[in-house]
């Protein structure tokens, strides 16, 4: 064999220098030494001394003292919520939880304020960037993740029995009465509808469960119900092959509570014919039952039309509350670089109990006040199902909707003033 071929199949080790006779323990120093020189050995992470201090002074001086250097209007597009609001809920959460509370570490420094984390997280939902806030925050990028994952666990302690409640007999009154005023529409609880979140870090063994023919990446589908002050009463969150309809349905407040026998009173009259309950519209994927109010597929008379048009116009509730939903939080609108469903749920949650109070903080919900109904006996209606899922009933349902609608004066629908305000304008 050649010596070209030799040295192309072997790896002579080099020479050892005239060291290696002397002292095992000098030599392994020397080969230690020249790996520090080239500087292949692991070195440890430097410390950043971040001012914290100073850092929760810029912050008060630019929003919360009495003279700050940005107004109301300036907090309000960088918070997406007013400066009463936003401290109401840094205080609740201060006080609840001791993460964000004050605290000093190892070396007797104070840790973040509550004010600065509630911030970084605030600022992390809004912009769906993680690592932006440190030159400003004085917080490093781990402190921020945790301060956002904490702070959705609070939200979501505190606020979730009123802001994501089961809908109670006053709550429906006032809703069904709204919406009648509103789309002239009688006994309408709202829209359901459904929207997809893009998860980029999805795990690879999860990408054939969560990637649907129509989108080309792992996504998660959001399911929810919305009245016409886009006030999201109940949203269902995972695969799109989880969240159908019949367990969407059968895991909605309405139907558990119609099951137990403890639903609020919906009952209504529509041309001579009494109903139990009130539906949601939908569009055409739904089945054809009672608790969902569909749109004709092909209207041919003059009076399909119409009710077909009203129905379009009515369920643009749900669309613009995922507009406002999503353009106020953008980490919903951008793909999610979370790794796991659970924290997922949790953000998303967060961000749809923090939708439901701006809409209160800004007096703009249907029922504000969370009157509870008196405890009732829970009692199994095992006829609930069949009710519901009467065909028979939805047609006719239908066929008196159409009716009430045709004898409407409903010219306003051709009126661009009249139309619903943009999502824009709601954010």
């Known amino acids: 064999m050649d010596s070209s ?45 971040r001012d914290r201090e100073e850092g929760h002074a810029i912050l008060m001086r630019d929003y ?7 107004d109301e209007p300036f907090f309000r597009h960088r918070f997406r919520m007013s400066k009463r609001l936003f401290l109401k809920i840094v205080g609740d959460i201060e006080a609840n939880f001791s993460y964000f509370q004050e605290g000093y570490d190892t070396r007797g420094k104070k840790s973040c304020t509550a004010l600065q984390k509630c911030t970084s997280a605030i600022k992390q939902l809004s912009t769906g960037e993680a690592d932006t806030y440190d030159e400003y925050l004085c917080m490093a990028a781990r402190t921020g993740r945790e301060s956002m994952e904490y702070f959705c666990d609070t939200v979501v302690n505190l606020y979730q029995k009123e802001f994501l409640r089961r809908p109670t007999s006053h709550d429906v009154a006032l809703i069904t009465q709204a919406h009648e005023e509103r789309h002239h529409i009688p006994g309408m609880f709202g829209s359901l ?5 893009e998860w980029k870090m999805c795990p690879r063994h999860l990408k054939g469960q969560y990637t649907r023919g129509d989108h080309k990446v792992p996504t998660i589908m959001i399911e929810c119900v919305a009245s016409y002050d886009l006030w999201i ?3 269902f969150f995972g695969p799109a092959g989880k969240n159908n309809d019949v367990n969407v349905l059968q895991q909605s407040p309405l139907f558990q ?9 919906s009952s209504f009259s529509l041309n001579g014919h009494d109903y139990k309950r009130g539906y949601y519209l939908t569009d055409g994927i739904y089945p ?33 509350a995922f507009g406002v939903l999503k353009g106020k939080w953008k980490i919903l609108d951008r793909p999610l670089r979370l790794w796991t469903k659970e924290k997922i749920k949790k953000v998303v949650t967060a961000c749809t ?19 509870m109904d008196p405890p009732v006996p829970r009692v199994y209606n095992p006829e609930a199902n069949r009710e519901i899922m009467d ?9 008196d909707l159409t009716t009430h609608v045709s004898a409407l004066d409903l010219s306003f629908l051709d009126d661009p003033a009249m139309q619903s305000p943009s999502v824009a304008s709601l954010i």
């Open 193 to 197: 509808d459904c929207t997809y979140i």
């Open 353 to 371: 109990i923090l939708h439901n109070m701006i809409i209160k903080d800004n007096g703009r919900a249907i029922s504000p006040v969370h009157i």
């Open 288 to 320: 054809m039952w009672v608790a969902f109010v569909k749109a004709y597929p092909h209207p041919v008379e003059q009076d399909e039309r119409k009710f077909k048009r009203l129905q379009e116009a009515a369920r643009k509730d749900v669309e613009r």
């Open 391 to 399: 065909e028979n009933v939805h047609h006719r349902l239908r066929y």
């Open 233 to 235: 009463w109940h949203s």
């Open 257 to 265: 509570n119609e099951r137990n026998g403890s639903a609020p009173d």
């Open 5 to 49: 071929s030799s040295s192309s199949s072997f790896c002579v080790p080099p020479e050892l220098d005239d060291s290696s006779t002397g002292s095992t323990f000098q030599f392994f120093n020397q080969v230690y030494a020249e790996l520090e020189d080239t500087g292949t050995s692991s070195d440890t992470r430097g410390y950043i001394d």
């Open 64 to 70: 919360f003292v009495e003279d700050s250097k940005f």
